[in-house]
C-alpha cells in the first residue's frame, strides 16, 4: 500500500490559482501512474488528471489549458497547478496512485468571491 498526503487546498476567488501537492510514501512512486480526481457536493467523484511514470500528462476536458499536473520523482510528489479557477471547480480533491490503486485524504478548494 502506499500513503497519500495532499495539501494546498484553500479558498481562493475565481480566476485565482493554487497550487495543490501530494507526497507518496513507499518506493514506487517514480513507477506509478499518478492523478488527481475530485468530488464536489452531491456529485460523483470524476477525474481531473493524470500522469504516467514517464511524465506524460492527460486532462480532462474541461481541465485542459487551465490545470497541470507535475511531478517530482526525487521527492515523491505531484502537483496539480490550478489557474483561471472558477467556482465549479469548487471540491474536494484527491490524489491517486496508480499502481495499488491508492487513493489520498482530500484536500478542499473552494472557489467564491
Known amino acids: 500500500q502506499v500513503q497519500l498526503v495532499e495539501s494546498g487546498g484553500g479558498l481562493v476567488q475565481p480566476g485565482g490559482s493554487l497550487r495543490l501537492s501530494c507526497v507518496a510514501s513507499?518506493?514506487?512512486?517514480?513507477?506509478?501512474?499518478m492523478g488527481w480526481y475530485r468530488q464536489a457536493p452531491g456529485k460523483q467523484r470524476e477525474w481531473v488528471a493524470s500522469?504516467?511514470?514517464?511524465?506524460?500528462?492527460n486532462y480532462a476536458g474541461s481541465m485542459k489549458g487551465r490545470f497541470a499536473i507535475s511531478r517530482d520523482n526525487a521527492k515523491n510528489t505531484v502537483y496539480l497547478q490550478m489557474n483561471n479557477l472558477k467556482p465549479e471547480d469548487t471540491a474536494v480533491y484527491f490524489c491517486?496512485?496508480?499502481?495499488?490503486?491508492?487513493w489520498g485524504q482530500g484536500t478542499q478548494v473552494t472557489v467564491s468571491s
Open positions: 491517486w496512485e496508480g499502481t495499488y490503486g491508492s
Open positions: 500522469i504516467s511514470s514517464g511524465g506524460s500528462p
Open positions: 513507499g518506493r514506487i512512486f517514480s513507477v506509478s501512474a
